[in-house]
C-alpha cells in the first residue's frame, strides 16, 4: 500500500516550453502533496506544499508563477514548469501524505528527471 | 536553526562488510526521525521511523538508534550488499502545523565487490 506514481518519469524539452508533471496517490487519499526538488549529489529541497481545494503554499525563493501547482482532487497533484530554461533542468520529486492517518507520513513518488535544452 | 547534518558525506565499504552513519540534528520541536534510502534516479524509501521515546528500530540489515538528549542517530547496516549502494537521508520531522520534513544532506554509500 501507500503507492505514489509520477508521470513522466523523464523529460526532454526546448528552452521556453512548458512540461507538466503529475503526481498521483494510487491506494490512498492525499489532502496534501509536497513537490521537491534535487540537483546532483544534493538531497531533496522542498519547493512547495499543495492542497487539494485551495492554492499551494511556495517556498521562499520559488516562484509561483513558474512553477504552477493544481490540485485538483485527492488522489491527483500536477506540477507545470512554465518557460523551462537550463537551469530549471533537475530531478523533481513528489511526495503524499495521507488524508487522516499517520498525519505526518510522507509516501514519495519515483521521482521525474527533466532536462531543458 | 532547524538543521540536520550528516556523516560522512561519502563511504566505501567492501561487500559483506557492516558500517555506520551518522545523523545530527537541531530540529525542535522535534516529532519523529526517518531514515531513508535513495537509488540513483528514484524517489526515497522509508527504512525506519522512531519517536523521541524510542531508542532502537530494524528493519532487516538495517538498525536505527536515536539518542534525542543529545540530537544524534545513527543507522548501522550490517553485512553490506552491493545492492546497498545508495544514498541514505536522515529527516527529521518538524512538530508544526504542517510536520514540514527536514533533510539532511546525505550520505552516498558504496558497497565493492
Known amino acids: 500500500g501507500a503507492v505514489v506514481s509520477q508521470h513522466p518519469s523523464w523529460v526532454i524539452c526546448k528552452s521556453g516550453t512548458s512540461v507538466k508533471i503529475e503526481c498521483r496517490s494510487l491506494?490512498?487519499?492525499?489532502?496534501?502533496m509536497f513537490w521537491y526538488r534535487q540537483f546532483p549529489k544534493q538531497s531533496l529541497m522542498l519547493m512547495a506544499t499543495s492542497n487539494e481545494g485551495s492554492k499551494a503554499t511556495y517556498e521562499q525563493g520559488v516562484e509561483k508563477d513558474k512553477f504552477l501547482i493544481n490540485h485538483a482532487s485527492l488522489t491527483l497533484s500536477t506540477l507545470t514548469v512554465t518557460s523551462a530554461h537550463p537551469e530549471d533542468s533537475s530531478f523533481y520529486i513528489c511526495s503524499a501524505r495521507p488524508s487522516g492517518r499517520e498525519h505526518d507520513t510522507q509516501y514519495f513518488g519515483p521521482g521525474t528527471r527533466l532536462t531543458v535544452l | 536553526k532547524n538543521q540536520v547534518e550528516q556523516s560522512p558525506q561519502s563511504l566505501i565499504i567492501l561487500e559483506g562488510k557492516n558500517c555506520t552513519l551518522q545523523c545530527n540534528y537541531t530540529v525542535s520541536p522535534f516529532s519523529n526521525l526517518r531514515w531513508y534510502k535513495q537509488d540513483t534516479g528514484r524517489g526515497p524509501v522509508s527504512l525506519t521511523i522512531m519517536t523521541f521515546s524510542e531508542n532502537t528500530k530494524s528493519n532487516g540489515r538495517y538498525t536505527a538508534t536515536l539518542d534525542a538528549d543529545t540530537k544524534q542517530s545513527s543507522l548501522h547496516i550490517t553485512a553490506s550488499q552491493l545492492s546497498d549502494s545508495a544514498s541514505y537521508i536522515c529527516?527529521?520531522?518538524?512538530?508544526?502545523?504542517?510536520?514540514?520534513?527536514?533533510f539532511g544532506t546525505g550520505t552516498r554509500l558504496k558497497v565493492l565487490a
Open positions: 529527516v527529521v520531522s518538524h512538530l508544526s502545523g504542517t510536520y514540514k520534513y527536514i
Open positions: 491506494d490512498f487519499q492525499a489532502t496534501t
